[in-house]
């Protein structure tokens, strides 16, 4: 299973990144993780959109979901004809909202270009080779941190959230752990977001194989994140960017227990 960071941006992007957008691909099977502001240009460097086989958007923040406009499009305008619909999992009413932006005609085109699937905590949905599964977070309304397997290495997606029990359930022995951090220390608390520091506590309390760090804002400084959550969590940690890949396989015993 191959993950491709498309979008490490919280909030907005800085030059030459995204918002929220992570690509999960494994035999054939390809889904996106978010779809935030920037992500369709930079999924479209990678493959080709259209061969997309789900998306997932984790919760109703615009750094998370904005390009799915800009995906219908795309889709209904294909060079070969409108495609069929793609799947489409999104916290429930979502979508409506995302429609009363448009006109008549533009919520109509909206919802004919995706096959809309509500997303609902502990229910795992499959996409070819991989099962999806939501774990509900706290971070704002319905927010999920998703966690991927294709039967052989689980990653999980924390997308938003607070430090807690939740999180924690839902990353506990994952291969790798995609964690958002957010905040630098100096706002540590004053958003409902993690530190590096506490991804790196998450990580190391979850018994992740691996730890990498996304959804930052631009101007936080990378290097102190790395340094921050690997103190954390008692190994090196990995700050994503753009374009970068992990393959993702399963974790060592050593690995874990170096960390226990
Ligand atoms: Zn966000
Ligand atoms: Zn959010």
Redesign the pocket.
């Known amino acids: 299973m191959r993950l491709t960071v498309l979008g490490t941006s919280?909030?907005y992007a800085g030059p030459g990144q995204a918002?929220?957008g992570h690509l999960v691909e494994s035999g054939g099977t390809r889904v996106l993780l978010d779809c935030g502001n920037g992500v369709l240009a930079n999924l479209s460097a990678v493959i080709d959109p259209l061969t997309l086989d789900a998306v997932f958007v984790t919760h109703e923040?615009p750094?998370?979901f904005l390009d799915l406009y800009a995906l219908q499009a795309l889709l209904r305008y294909a060079p070969e004809g409108p495609a069929d619909p793609l799947p489409l999992c999104v916290p429930r009413g979502l979508f409506d909202d995302m429609g009363c932006l448009l006109s008549d005609r533009g919520n109509a085109e909206l919802r004919a270009a995706f096959t809309v699937h509500d997303m609902l905590d502990g229910e795992t949905t499959a996409v070819g080779d991989l099962l999806v599964t939501p774990h509900k977070t706290e971070h704002t309304g319905d927010s999920f941190a998703l966690g991927v397997t294709d039967g052989s290495a689980t990653l999980c997606y924390t997308s938003?959230t607070t430090l807690g029990e939740a999180v924690l359930e839902a990353a506990t022995g994952c291969d790798l752990l995609l964690a958002?951090a957010t905040l630098p220390e100096a706002y540590r608390g004053v958003a409902p977001h993690l530190t590096a520091a506490e991804a790196g506590e998450l990580a190391r309390a979850a018994g992740a194989g691996r730890l990498v760090l996304t959804?930052a804002w631009p101007t936080n400084d990378r290097d102190r994140m790395a340094a921050e959550a690997a103190a954390a969590f008692g190994a090196p940690v990995s700050v994503a960017c753009e374009y970068d890949t992990y393959e993702v396989v399963p974790a060592s015993e050593d690995e874990r227990e170096t960390r226990s």
């Open positions: 919280a909030s918002c929220a923040h750094d998370h938003d958002e959804h």
